[in-house]
Every structure is written in structure tokens, then in C-alpha cells.
């Protein structure tokens, strides 16, 4: 089968294709974004990629293709998307297509939730391959302990990120919906995506649609800290279930999950231990929501048939994420982490676990408000308090709809804003010292700034 992907280097999409011509498709593509490490990526794959959406692209590259595979990128308009409904040739949505051609017939293992998706989705992965049952596995960012974001295998287990937005232009369901997981994870619900969710009961809504697709036999591994998700199941609820917690959490009725992590990272299920949590000691995950994302996790790869032992052990080589507090250099005694953060709850927490680590060690919140919902300031009320874990916060303010200097306020002289980012750059140079640690936060690449602030720390030693 000949696929011609739109919207290619995006990273569902992208893992996608590699998934495709893993298992021996033919797959050509497209974005208005081809450049590395996505492109240069699907090109050691053979895959043939078109800058922009040209209509051309029918006579050539796309000529023949037996199906247009259309990420959620592409809106009408589009010119090659437009010629595509025109011609009347097949397409179809990328969750759709890895339903029918891959996921069918797996024992789909999905991690659905505001936060946490990626890392969970690792750790699961991990575990299931620790355990011998190598796992297929198609995640929003590249685990260390394989270097790439998706893998093909022969194994009937297959782990996939879910994600909760939508799934294209002709199909508003969210991604999750076609994934039909027989293991469902279930990992926190906030508010989020404001450009396509009104409010968070809509949200809630697409998270029942993914619990009507689990079956009878199937178990959802449930956060019993989230009332959102509560609301959820109230909804209706036809599957095994099991919740998990942190050690302190009792909920409203008094009662108490069976599956439990302490902040020791000791794992216990009605009060009966486990085993304790432990990192390698270059790759540590900091932080309580970690330890909950770790307890997911087990409990998922538990109803794989891997016991909590065994998977507690695994977690001890789980070598992290790629952009998840992860040190990009130590320039002049100041350590530089880039990280994903960009939800407040996500931001607080991040700072909350590295401050856990270096103690009264000055911290420095690098902030690019870039998601959707944070540009058209959906979440600025609660980016002062998400930020006061930190001693400094630089929060680069180009191209945004709102008063960030005026949301931050709150902060007093703690907080700076610039739209430049060479000159936010030099402030964070200016300001850092000997010991420092700069946190970097944004889901986007933020114009190369951990390099540019490492050459710069360089400079003036």
C-alpha cells in the first residue's frame, strides 16, 4: 500500500509513518515544517518527504497513493487537501489508519491524561520490554532506553500515547477514541486545548467516549485523586477497574485506592508493600507526579501480566525522556535543563520536583507560553502561582494576544518579560550565577535558546 502522509513530520504522524514502513508500505509525505531532526529522521527510513501542500504533489510524489493519511494539522483550504476531496481519493485520519492496519487485533495499552502521557507511556514500555513481551509502542517523545519514538514488532502487546485532541478536520472525536485499549490509563483530567474544548466537562465527555471502548475484560488504571475523572466514570463505566494514589491521599468518602505510592517511593496495594521505587543516578525522576506516573505505569503493565516486582526492578534502567528535566549542559557551575512544561500544573509541578533535588539552590524558570491555549491566555491566571516555586522567572512574550507582564505580576521583581530573545537571553545571563539551575520550559524548540544561553554562559567565565 502506497500512503502519502500529510502533516509527516509532526510526531504522532511521523511515528506513524515509521510504523507504516516498518511494516512494508510505501510512505511518501508532506508538511510546511520539513527540517531535522523529523525529516532527516523519515529520510534514513526511505521516505520521501514535500515541503508545503502544493497540489502538484498528485502528479508527483502522491501520484498513485492508495490512501491520503491526514493529520490533525490540516484544515480546509488547504490546497492539496482540497484537490484530494476533489479527485475523490481515499483518505483517512492517522488514528483511524493505525486502528485498521496495525492496532486491530493487539492488546492496545493506552495512556490517556492531561499530563504525564509520555513519561507513563515510557515507563510502561520499558516495563513490558524489561518483562520479555516487546511491546510495539507509538509515544509523543523518544525514551532513552530506545532512542526513537515508535517501534513495530511482532509482539501482540502495543503501547500508544493517548491523546485527548482531536483527531482531523472531518473527524472532531479525540485520537483515543479509535484506539480500542483493553488497558486503559487514565492519568489526571485538567482543563487544556482551549482552541478546540469550550470547558473541561468537554473534555470529560471525550474521556467517557474512550471508557465506552474498553470491553468487559478490559481494566482502566484510574488517578483516584481526580475528581474530573470521578465525574467521568460516574458516567457510566463497564470495565475492571483500579485506582491509584499517592500515600497521603484519602478521598472525600473516607475511602482509600488500592494501589498506592509513598514519598519514599515505597508501592504497596491495601497496605501491603511491593517494593520501592529506584532511578539510575543520572536519570533520576524527580518529583511526586513521577512517582504517580511510575505507579500507573506498574499497575497498567500489571494487567499485562507483569507483576510489581518485576516491574519495580525494570523501573530501576528506565533511563528517562527526552526533554523532561533533561540537563543540557553545565556552562560557569549553572546547569541548564530543557523541559516540556507547559501547563501550569505542569510547570509547578516540574519546579516543585527539581526544587525537591537542589534544595535552596537557586532556581531560574525560563517560560515560552507557546500552546494554543496558553496564547490566547487561557491559563494566565494561574501562571503566577505555577511559577512562584522558582527564585527567577524570564517569560518570552513575542506573538501573544494578552498582558503577560500584567499576569505576572503577582510576582513582583521575581518576574521579567521580553519579546526579544537575545535580549532575554542576555537577562538570564546577566542574572545567573555560580550554582544556579535555569529550567527552560516550552513544547517547542524556543529558537535554540538552551544552546544559546550555554554558549553565552561559556563566554563570560
Given at each position: 500500500m502506497h500512503l502519502h502522509i500529510l502533516g509527516i513530520c509532526g510526531t504522532f504522524m511521523g511515528g506513524l509513518a515509521a510504523i507504516a514502513a516498518a511494516a512494508g508500505h510505501r510512505v511518501t509525505g508532506c508538511d510546511a515544517n520539513v527540517y531535522p531532526p523529523m525529516s532527516t529522521q523519515l529520510a534514513s527510513l526511505g521516505i520521501v518527504l514535500t515541503e508545503g501542500y502544493d497540489a502538484s504533489q498528485l502528479r508527483g510524489t502522491a501520484k498513485g497513493a492508495d490512501v491520503f493519511v491526514v493529520g490533525n494539522v490540516i484544515t480546509r483550504g488547504n490546497p492539496l487537501i482540497e484537490a484530494i476531496l476533489d479527485a475523490g481519493l481515499a483518505y483517512d485520519s492517522g488514528p483511524q489508519w493505525l486502528y485498521e492496519n496495525v492496532l486491530s487485533g493487539r492488546w492496545v495499552l493506552a495512556v490517556a491524561g492531561t499530563h504525564g502521557k509520555t513519561t507513563t507511556s515510557s515507563m510502561l514500555v520499558w516495563i513490558l520490554e524489561s518483562a520479555g513481551l516487546r511491546p510495539g509502542f507509538l509515544i509523543g517523545g523518544v525514551p532513552a532506553n530506545f532512542g526513537v519514538s515508535a517501534r513495530l514488532s511482532d509482539s501482540g502487546f502495543f503501547v500508544i500515547e493517548a491523546d485527548e485532541y482531536d483527531t482531523a478536520f472531518f473527524d472532531k472525536r479525540s485520537k483515543f477514541v479509535h484506539y480500542r485499549p483493553r488497558t486503559a490509563v487514565l492519568n489526571n483530567l485538567e482543563y487544556d486545548h482551549a482552541d478546540i474544548f469550550p470547558d473541561v466537562a468537554a473534555i470529560e465527555t471525550q474521556f467517557h467516549h474512550l471508557v465506552r471502548t474498553v470491553p468487559p475484560s478490559g481494566r482502566l488504571v484510574v488517578n483516584g485523586e481526580e475528581a474530573s475523572l470521578a465525574r467521568v466514570l460516574a458516567r457510566?463505566?463497564?470495565?475492571?477497574?483500579?485506582?491509584?494514589?499517592?500515600?497521603?491521599?484519602?478521598?472525600?468518602?473516607?475511602?482509600?485506592?488500592?494501589?498506592?505510592?509513598?514519598?519514599?517511593?515505597?508501592?504497596?496495594?491495601?497496605?501491603?508493600?511491593?517494593?520501592?521505587?529506584?532511578?539510575?543516578?543520572?536519570?533520576?525522576?524527580?518529583?511526586?507526579?513521577?512517582?504517580?506516573?511510575?505507579?500507573?505505569?506498574?499497575?497498567?503493565?500489571?494487567?499485562?501480566?507483569?507483576?510489581?516486582?518485576?516491574?519495580?526492578?525494570?523501573?530501576?534502567?528506565?533511563?528517562?525522556?527526552?526533554?523532561?528535566?533533561?540537563?543540557?549542559?553545565?556552562?560557569?557551575?549553572?546547569?541548564?535543563?530543557?523541559?516540556?512544561?507547559?501547563?501550569?500544573?505542569?510547570?509547578?509541578?516540574?519546579?516543585?520536583?527539581?526544587?525537591?533535588?537542589?534544595g535552596r539552590a537557586r532556581i531560574i524558570a525560563v517560560l515560552e507560553p507557546r500552546t494554543n491555549t496558553m496564547k490566547v491566555g487561557a491559563m494566565k491566571d494561574a501562571l503566577p502561582g505555577s511559577l512562584s516555586g522558582a527564585d527567577r522567572t524570564f517569560c518570552y512574550a513575542a506573538n501573544l494576544g494578552w498582558d503577560v507582564a500584567g499576569a505576572l505580576a503577582p510576582l513582583g521583581t521575581k518576574a521579567a518579560v521580553h519579546d526579544n530573545l537575545d535580549a532575554l537571553v542576555g537577562a538570564v545571563v546577566a542574572d545567573a550565577r555560580t550554582g544556579d539551575h535555569v529550567l527552560v520550559m516550552s513544547n517547542g524548540g524556543f529558537g535554540g535558546i538552551h544552546g544559546k544561553l550555554l554558549s553565552r554562559l561559556a563566554a563570560e567565565q
Open positions: 457510566g463505566c463497564w470495565s475492571e477497574v483500579e485506582r491509584f494514589a499517592g500515600a497521603e491521599f484519602v478521598a472525600s468518602d473516607g475511602s482509600l485506592p488500592a494501589w498506592r505510592v509513598a514519598d519514599d517511593g515505597v508501592v504497596s496495594r491495601d497496605g501491603t508493600a511491593h517494593g520501592r521505587l529506584r532511578w539510575p543516578p543520572d536519570r533520576r525522576q524527580l518529583g511526586r507526579h513521577n512517582r504517580l506516573n511510575a505507579l500507573a505505569a506498574l499497575v497498567a503493565a500489571r494487567h499485562a501480566g507483569v507483576a510489581i516486582e518485576t516491574g519495580i526492578t525494570a523501573l530501576a534502567g528506565f533511563r528517562g525522556i527526552k526533554r523532561r528535566l533533561e540537563i543540557v549542559g553545565v556552562a560557569r557551575g549553572i546547569t541548564v535543563y530543557d523541559d516540556f512544561a507547559h501547563h501550569p500544573t505542569a510547570i509547578a509541578t516540574t519546579i516543585d520536583g527539581l526544587r525537591r533535588d537542589v
